[in-house]
């Protein structure tokens, strides 16, 4: 039908991702808006009864592919698949989140489907009848507003839309048929390399505790400090992050930049360890629902928009937080 939103949610480990569920919600919103409905497209095998949770958070039907295309992901293969469905459904918008997977294979199905692409956007609404995509330009300082002659493809940045609450029942599933195979695929993924046993992603993580530069360098004087941390982040459950000085620095992993060139986060808790607050960092973190920071200088700007500051030395207040939290929690 017309004005059918459809939105393509990536699975981890057998389950829709937080991100993904965020994009859902935000198309279900907007698929409201336009008098349609929100049609949710999944990838993999073995994936039917979780396909069928997603019309707890807002998906009227749900569309699963499965088969040996889609046993390891592939970007040319779900770019096909978003490509064939959007025209299949003849949606409106089409939709995924703006994660490194879907940064990958969305500009590829928009390229099919030659259609243009809105990318990273922050906003979703309907106009005149038609979805208009917001996304930041100029670093943040500027919005646009983008509306498409015919489809809209558009990748949600995470955590800033909600992640919806469960309600409603199951969706019926469709089973999808594609015309392509393993042999059709010119780029696919052979082994997919998992990060440190049970490390929490950073965007996904309900409590976030990151470092800044003021953790010093952990190959040296830095080493307790980080060390520090990590048990600080075991004790309360969280994912750790980090400022981008301390990435660029080669300290921790980008896969834990939290900012405007990172991943934006929105935790139930934030702790900033030794950062300092500028804008760029505050662009990936200011909608964490309640943020600590700790950090030896009163003036710095983190405080600005912490909900709870200490001024002190990571080095002393970090293992006593930890020490707090332990105690609490036990
Ligand atoms: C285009 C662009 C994109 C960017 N993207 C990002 C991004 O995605 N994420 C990001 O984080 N930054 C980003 N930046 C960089 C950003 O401008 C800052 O340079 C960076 O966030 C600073 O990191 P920091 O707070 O760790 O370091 P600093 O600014 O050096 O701050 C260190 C802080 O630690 C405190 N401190 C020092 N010692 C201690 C101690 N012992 N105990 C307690 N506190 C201590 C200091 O008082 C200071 O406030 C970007 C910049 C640009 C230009």
Redesign the pocket.
Known sequence: MANDVLVYIEFKDGKPTKAGLQALGAGANLAKSLGGSAIALVAGNGLDAEAATLGAYGAAKTLLASGDAFAQYSPDAVAKLISNQAQATSAVAVLASATSAGKDFLPRAAAISKAGLASDIVDLRAEGGKPVAVRPVY?GKARVSVQASGTLFASLRPNVFPTPAQGGGNTPVTPVTVAFGLADLRALVSEIVAGAAGKLDVAEAEIVC???????DPATDGKQ?WANLEKLAQTVGAAVG???????AGWRPHAE???????TVSPKLYI??????????L??MSGSKVIVA????PQ???FKIADYGIV??????IPALTDAFAHALR
């Open positions: 670093a990151s470092g800044g530069r003021g953790m010093k400090n980090a400022s981008r000085a301390v990435v660029d930049q939290v900012g405007q060139t990172g991943k900033a360890c030794g950062i300092s607050g500028a804008i760029q960092h662009a990936g700790i950090n030896k200088d710095a700007p983190i002190g030395d990571v080095a002393e207040v």
